[in-house]
């Protein structure tokens, strides 16, 4: 977009100095820092990043729409404590605020993770992210910070876990399996002696083949 260049002069009284302003730099100014936020908003689109802040003075809250959306929650127009203790739960609320307590007092970065239920058995998990803001005065004044969907992640983290826990009743498993071929040797090596003593037992000797038998077939089998 080209802008023509206008400018224009202010006298300050008799003798004062002329003070001349670019107004197609102003305009440019505004573009590109338009272009800046609409770039953002794409990039929290993109990446599932939601923004908030709160002043601490005057106890207002702010939420981007990425933010409610990742909550799965419709815009509202005010955001307050009650609100958040309404719809995300009591126990929820009660984190965050002392997060938020922490990160003011301490004036230190936080972050806490939150398991929000959806309905319909889906699960989304958060983290919430928060920097206060101090200013000259040493006052924080402000927090500012994130809400992201790591979901994705979580539900790796819990395939992993299960098959780690697979992997290990493998072990358990194989061991097992281990020990009891090395008592059926034990018993199969003990009734080949026994097998002399008991062979015109017209009682004991089939028993005994019958035992022998079924240990060496399973001794035979692939483990």
Not at 182 to 201: P, S
Request: with cysteine; net charge neutral.
């Amino acid at each position: 977009m080209r802008f023509r260049l206008l400018s224009y002069n202010i006298h300050k009284g008799i003798g004062g100095l002329d003070r001349r302003y670019d107004l197609a730099r102003i305009v440019e100014t505004i573009r590109q820092d338009r272009m800046k936020g609409v770039q953002l908003d794409i990039m929290a689109r993109v990446s599932r990043l939601g923004y908030w802040s709160t002043n601490v003075r005057q106890r207002k809250i702010y939420w981007s729409p990425e933010a409610f959306d990742l909550v799965g929650l419709d815009a509202v127009d005010e955001v307050t404590p009650e609100w958040i203790g309404q719809v995300l739960g009591s126990n929820t609320l009660e984190v965050i605020k002392s997060a938020i307590l922490d990160a003011v007092t301490m004036r230190r970065f936080r972050q806490i993770e939150i398991r929000r239920e959806l309905g319909g058995g889906r699960i989304r998990y958060l983290v919430m992210s928060m920097e206060p803001v101090i200013m000259e005065d040493g006052v924080v004044e402000e927090l500012h910070g994130t809400v992201q969907d790591i979901t994705a992640l979580r539900e790796l983290e819990f395939q992993m876990h299960h098959l780690q826990k697979i992997d290990s009743l493998g072990r358990v498993a194989g061991a097992l399996a281990h020990d009891f071929n090395n008592m059926l040797q034990i018993i199969n090596g003990y009734g080949e002696c026994l097998r002399k003593f008991v062979a015109t037992d017209p009682t004991a000797s089939p028993y005994l083949n019958a035992m022998l038998d079924l240990s060496l077939i399973h001794l035979s089998e692939p483990q």
